[in-house]
């Protein structure tokens, strides 16, 4: 598993590892042919995102035990592929899918391992905007914002915090959502890994054993570039010692942020928590 270290990573080498290049846009883009084009130096800049990282850790049911930096995490970006775990409870909760059906040649499983991108477009055009909605309003899930068309929960209308991230989770793993208990555990034995390394562009996981307690963690990442901006998470539940722990671990910044940033910053943060 990506977000599982360990080896100890000073704070700043973790920010420093995010840090990347932007590429300035093509000069013609910029100015007309018929002109000359300016010196490098005399080019307007365009405007680039600061580098943003959240991380919240919380006991499941229990308080908040980790919060970096102290401020700055309701801030709402796209929620990207994690957006995949209150469609699927959406789904089969209003009966549109079957947790051991398969849609597509993809089951519920391998869907919100992979990010199937087909496997979730067929599930909003069956719930309907309005009706998905409804359901993450009930979930308290962001903005509830479903009127962007296409795929608005990557770089669309759809946005969500990472302090609304954390309350999902808390509720989704504590059986608290306004679904059939039976959804969320469906959800939840979807996120549950084999005995062996899984790595995926929706998901990464650890071999079974590595965490105490031989208990793997669920983990759902996800990634997106919307507009002049990169977007990187990983959420999930660890248990150690018979706790469970709920993570959110968010960083923003210029396009061509690293796909696993989120990771490095949830396996420095869990590493200094103790809980991994």
Known sequence: MNAVRRRFVPRLAVLAALACAVAAPPLAAQYPRS??????????????????????????????LRRRPAQGCDRQVSPAATFELAAALA?????????????????????????????????????????????LNRFGYGNADTRGG?????????????????????????????????????VRESLEPPGYVVSSRGRVI????????????MIKTGAVDA????????????????????????????????QNAAEIVASHELRNAGVQ
């Open 91 to 135: 789904a089969l909760d209003a009966s549109v899918v079957r947790a051991t059906g398969a849609s597509n040649g993809q089951t519920l499983e391998s869907a919100l391992a992979y990010s199937s991108p087909e496997y979730f477009r067929d599930i909003d055009r069956q719930m309907g905007a309005t009706r998905m909605g409804e359901y």
């Open 206 to 217: 650890a071999a079974a054993g590595a965490m105490t307690g031989g208990v793997p963690p």
């Open 35 to 64: 002109y000359p084009t300016p010196p490098a130096s005399e080019l307007p800049q365009p405007e680039q995102p600061p580098l943003r990282a959240c991380f919240l850790l919380s006991e499941l049911g229990g308080s908040e």
């Open 150 to 186: 296409g795929e608005y929960w990557n770089g669309g209308s759809l946005l969500i915090s990472p302090n609304e991230q954390m309350r999902f989770l808390q509720r989704l793993f504590g059986d608290q959502l306004p679904v059939s208990r039976q959804s969320m555990m469906s």
């Open 227 to 258: 507009g002049n901006e990169s977007v990187r998470w990983q959420v999930g539940m660890l248990t150690r010692d018979n706790r469970k722990y709920v993570y959110v671990s968010c960083v923003t910044g210029p396009l061509g942020l690293a």
